[in-house]
């Protein structure tokens, strides 16, 4: 009996938006998809880093619940007990969709599977649970809707916990095969530089030996400009 997951007449092409707005914007053509999956290889890559960084975002997101005083203001005292202090609508409503949108997906791997019991209701046990099954979601008819929808939840965590609009240092051209874009880096470190990492305009996001490559790549270029 055949794999249901591994169906015939599969895309041609990566069925993921990164690929799509990278086409439009003229940065790189859409890619093809991997042998018998409807996802590219760095997108399918990028599903399975925005899965691994799932719960460290949520983690930090928490601390995010509460506004600080300039935002939401001094706590009114009425009668004996103050007013509680300001909660953050975006990131109550980030943390809220992770949980409901990786329950989500993993209910549709369990339904695929027959797998027995659910992981439990969590961002680290749901992202955990879905990072294992990557290759099912990338070979799945909803793989696209899939990859766009977590990269979503990720970017609502990131958005949550980092700086609106960090100051991005270019580092050069991407080292993915085929791709021209150009890879930035918060400029200040910390947490920015964890969660964001390296990341080019059609939204690769390098590897530690990727970042090295371009490092080394970036380290030739000078030394035959001041040779």
Same mark, same amino acid.
């Given at each position: 009996?055949?794999?249901?997951?591994?169906?015939?007449?599969?895309?041609?092409?990566? @069925?993921? $938006?990164?690929?799509?707005?990278?086409?439009?914007?003229?940065?790189?053509?859409?890619r093809p998809a991997e042998p018998d999956a409807r996802l590219?290889?760095?997108?399918?890559?990028?599903?399975?880093? &925005?899965?691994?960084?799932?719960?460290?975002?949520?983690?930090?997101?928490?601390?995010?619940?509460?506004?600080?005083?300039?935002?939401?203001?001094?706590?009114?005292?009425?009668?004996?007990?103050?007013?509680?202090?300001?909660?953050? &609508?975006?990131?109550?409503?980030?943390?809220?969709?992770?949980?409901?949108?990786?329950?989500?997906?993993?209910?549709?791997?369990?339904?695929?599977?027959?797998?027995?019991?659910?992981?439990?209701?969590?961002?680290?046990?749901?992202?955990?649970?879905?990072?294992?099954?990557?290759?099912?979601?990338?070979?799945?008819?909803?793989?696209?809707? @899939?990859?766009?929808?977590?990269?979503?939840?990720?970017?609502?965590?990131?958005?949550?916990? @980092?700086?609106?609009?960090?100051?991005?240092?270019?580092?050069?051209?991407?080292?993915?095969?085929?791709?021209?874009?150009?890879?930035?880096?918060?400029?200040?470190? #910390? &947490? &920015?530089?964890?969660?964001? #990492?390296?990341?080019?305009?059609?939204?690769?996001?390098?590897?530690?030996?990727?970042?090295?490559?371009? $490092?080394?790549?970036?380290?030739?270029?000078?030394?035959?400009?001041?040779?």
């Amino acid at each position: 009996m055949a794999d249901p997951i591994s169906r015939p007449f599969l895309p041609a092409q990566c @069925a993921s $938006n990164r690929c799509r707005r990278a086409a439009r914007s003229g940065v790189l053509g859409r890619r093809p998809a991997e042998p018998d999956a409807r996802l590219c290889g760095p997108c399918r890559r990028a599903l399975a880093a &925005d899965l691994a960084a799932l719960p460290a975002l949520h983690r930090e997101s928490e601390q995010h619940l509460v506004l600080p005083a300039r935002q939401g203001g001094l706590a009114r005292v009425t009668g004996h007990r103050p007013d509680p202090p300001p909660v953050s &609508d975006a990131a109550l409503e980030a943390r809220h969709d992770a949980v409901v949108r990786l329950a989500s997906w993993a209910r549709l791997v369990l339904d695929e599977t027959g797998a027995g019991k659910p992981p439990e209701r969590t961002v680290p046990a749901l992202a955990a649970f879905l990072g294992r099954h990557v290759g099912l979601l990338a070979a799945h008819p909803a793989a696209g809707p @899939a990859a766009d929808e977590i990269a979503r939840v990720a970017t609502a965590l990131r958005g949550v916990v @980092a700086p609106p609009r960090p100051e991005l240092v270019p580092l050069g051209r991407c080292v993915e095969p085929g791709c021209e874009a150009e890879v930035t880096l918060p400029e200040r470190g #910390g &947490d &920015d530089l964890v969660l964001r #990492g390296p990341m080019c305009g059609a939204g690769h996001v390098l590897t530690p030996r990727q970042w090295l490559l371009l $490092n080394r790549r970036q380290s030739m270029s000078e030394a035959e400009e001041t040779a």
